[in-house]
């Protein structure tokens, strides 16, 4: 007798080829666009760094600095924060907390306005101030940060305070060495969403040195002269950093995922 499940039924295999098939499409539509925009872009790369429309080069520095430095400042100061609210006996901790969580309710157009009020008081508008410093804190990442740091092993922070570290000496040379993948997936997803941001440089960035990438790619698409080639190949280069971080910190990210499962409680 053949064993049981060691070869596929005609349906079977009817199944496997279809859905192979409707990946390859669903691929396919996916790729579409970014296949055009490189297509249509080679013509026109000699031109982003040399045209006169936008600062296109300066943007991808802004884009760069603010990128940097609002991810390097929430990595910080949620990870603080998070472990602090996770590990720090505090009698009003749980208050803290939950006022923390409520205001990832209160919608981004109600604080907009608020915000943008302070940072033209303190003088910052056109200033990399008035980019970076609004986005070094986040709410969602304090709570990511307090759920992982809840389920991290006591038994390394212990040996680690056996060995005369302080709490934050523990933090700096034990907790946050063995939570690097988790540090990098966070890391992602803060790089991406500061690089795409639009509408507070946009406000915010009222001269065009201070004009991060999107926003310089906005000027070429509502010029009175619209150039589309140029357009493509400028969001072509506006995108490669991104995906270079991707690829570096792949691997981290993964970890990162799969280390959260982890517990020492």
């Given at each position: 007798m053949r064993p049981v499940g060691h070869h596929r039924t005609?349906?079977?295999?009817?199944?496997?080829?279809?859905?192979?098939?409707?990946?390859?499409?669903?691929?396919?539509?996916?790729?579409?666009?970014?296949?055009?925009?490189?297509?249509?872009?080679?013509?026109?790369?000699?031109e982003v760094f040399s045209?006169?429309?936008?600062?296109?080069?300066?943007?991808?520095?802004?884009?760069?600095a603010v990128a940097v430095l609002q991810t390097a400042g929430q990595l910080l100061l949620c990870s603080l924060a998070g472990?602090?609210?996770?590990?720090?006996?505090?009698?009003?901790?749980?208050?803290?907390?939950?006022?923390?969580?409520?205001?990832?309710?209160?919608?981004a157009a109600v604080t907009f306005v608020p915000g943008f009020v302070v940072v033209s008081s303190l003088g910052w508008l056109s200033d990399l101030r008035g980019l970076v410093v609004p986005g070094l804190f986040s709410a969602l990442n304090v709570f990511l940060f307090r759920q992982y740091f809840l389920d991290f092993p006591v038994a390394l922070e212990e040996a680690g305070r056996l060995d005369g570290l302080s709490r934050l000496?523990?933090?700096?040379?034990?907790?946050?060495?063995?939570?690097?993948?988790?540090?990098?997936?966070?890391?992602?997803?803060?790089?991406?969403?500061?690089?795409?941001?639009?509408?507070?440089?946009?406000?915010?960035?009222?001269?065009?040195?201070?004009?991060?990438?999107?926003v310089a790619l906005s000027g070429l698409l509502t010029a009175q002269n619209p150039r589309t080639t140029l357009l493509f190949a400028s969001?072509?280069?506006?995108?490669?950093p991104i995906v270079l971080v991707f690829a570096v910190l792949q691997r981290h990210l993964v970890r990162g995922v799969t280390g959260t499962g982890l517990t020492g409680r």
């Open positions: 005609p349906a079977g295999r009817v199944g496997a080829v279809a859905r192979g098939v409707a990946l390859v499409v669903a691929a396919a539509l996916f790729l579409l666009p970014f296949a055009v925009l490189v297509r249509d872009s080679w013509s026109a790369l000699p045209g006169t429309e936008v600062p296109f080069a300066r943007s991808l520095l802004n884009s760069t472990y602090g609210l996770a590990r720090i006996p505090y009698r009003h901790a749980p208050a803290v907390l939950y006022a923390t969580v409520a205001t990832l309710v209160v919608p000496g523990v933090f700096r040379r034990v907790v946050v060495p063995n939570s690097t993948g988790f540090f990098a997936a966070v890391a992602v997803v803060d790089l991406i969403g500061s690089w795409n941001q639009f509408l507070w440089p946009l406000v915010v960035a009222q001269d065009s040195t201070t004009w991060t990438v999107q969001a072509a280069v506006s995108i490669l």
